[in-house]
Every structure is written in structure tokens, then in C-alpha cells.
């Protein structure tokens, strides 16, 4: 056998370009493919958005400044109790006061358990008021941190608003 003759067969493992190609082709296949599980994993698991606008959040801005300001104003006293059973259970007790220490009347109250990351596992606790400035209401929730937000109403005009980060044991 000549030595242009054995040059011309091709040998078993040698490298070539069709193999280069082949080998390219599946590496980068198996990489896009899986970034693309991973983003649609990514996209329909995301439920954290907080706005759905932030240009008309900011065009509010200004008015919940306002809103802030007529609170403090107030100087009212709002405390809120918020106890889990273990089970799943929360209870919420919440007392409204003026600046002087007399229960408030006249009032609806409205609360929300946020889930700090997750919009879709947030609970309303429907409130009943037991007494004057008094309400108490009852909501499953898993145990956790929550963004306990309370608001209180006087017709349909939002008067105050609580918002502070609580955990569930």
C-alpha cells in the first residue's frame, strides 16, 4: 500500500468537519433547549408582579403622598393582632383609636394577607366589627411572613392604611 492511498481512506475516529459540525450543532441544541424549559418555567411561575403599570403608579404617587399625610394627620392609634393555629388558621383582631384613646366608630374595616413574592397566595380577611374601633375576622394562611395590610374606611373614602410585615407560625 502506497502512502497516497493512505491518505486517501479515512480512518476510524479521525476528526473531520461533518463530525465538528454534528457535534456543535447538538451541543448548542441541548443548550438552547434547555434555556428554553428553563425561561417558560421562569415566565409561569412569576406571580410577584406588584404593578401592572408603573407609569400610572407613578402618576399616583402624588396623591398617595397626600392620602399619607391626612393619616398622620389623624394621629390615630391602630394596632392589629394577628395569631395562626398551626393549622393553617389566622385570626385577626384589630382596634382603631383617635388621638386621644377613644375607640372609633362609623368605620369599615378591610384586611389582606400579601404574600411578600407570591400576589397569587394572597388572602382577604373579611373583618366584622365586634365593638366600637373593634373588628375581628378569620382567614387560612400558611405559616410564613405576610404583609399584613389593614385599611379603614369611612363611606367609600379610605382614611387610613396599615401595611407591616408579620410572620406565621
Do not use: C
Not at 497516497?4 to 433547549?33: D, H, N, P
Not at 389582606?112 to 375581628?136: E, K, S, T
Amino acid at each position: 500500500m502506497s502512502a497516497t492511498s493512505q491518505s486517501k481512506t479515512k480512518q476510524r475516529g479521525e476528526m473531520t468537519g461533518a463530525k465538528v459540525l454534528t457535534w456543535l450543532l447538538v451541543f448548542f441544541g441541548a443548550v438552547f433547549a434547555v434555556n428554553g424549559v428553563l425561561v417558560q418555567a421562569a415566565v409561569s411561575t412569576f406571580g410577584g408582579v406588584e404593578t401592572s403599570s408603573s407609569y400610572q403608579a407613578g402618576l399616583q404617587f402624588e396623591q398617595e403622598v397626600a392620602t399619607a399625610q391626612r393619616q398622620d394627620a389623624l394621629h390615630w392609634q391602630v394596632s392589629g393582632k394577628l395569631v395562626g393555629n398551626g393549622a393553617g388558621l389566622a385570626t385577626l383582631e384589630v382596634s382603631a383609636r383617635d388621638a386621644s384613646g377613644a375607640p372609633l366608630s362609623g368605620l369599615r374595616a378591610e384586611a389582606r394577607l400579601a404574600h411578600p413574592a407570591d400576589d397569587r397566595l394572597d388572602h382577604a380577611i373579611p373583618l366584622q366589627a365586634a365593638a366600637a374601633g373593634v373588628f375581628h375576622g378569620f382567614a387560612q394562611a400558611q405559616s410564613g411572613q405576610w404583609d399584613l395590610i389593614v385599611d379603614l374606611f369611612r363611606d367609600d373614602t379610605r382614611l387610613f392604611r396599615s401595611r407591616s410585615r408579620v410572620t406565621l407560625k
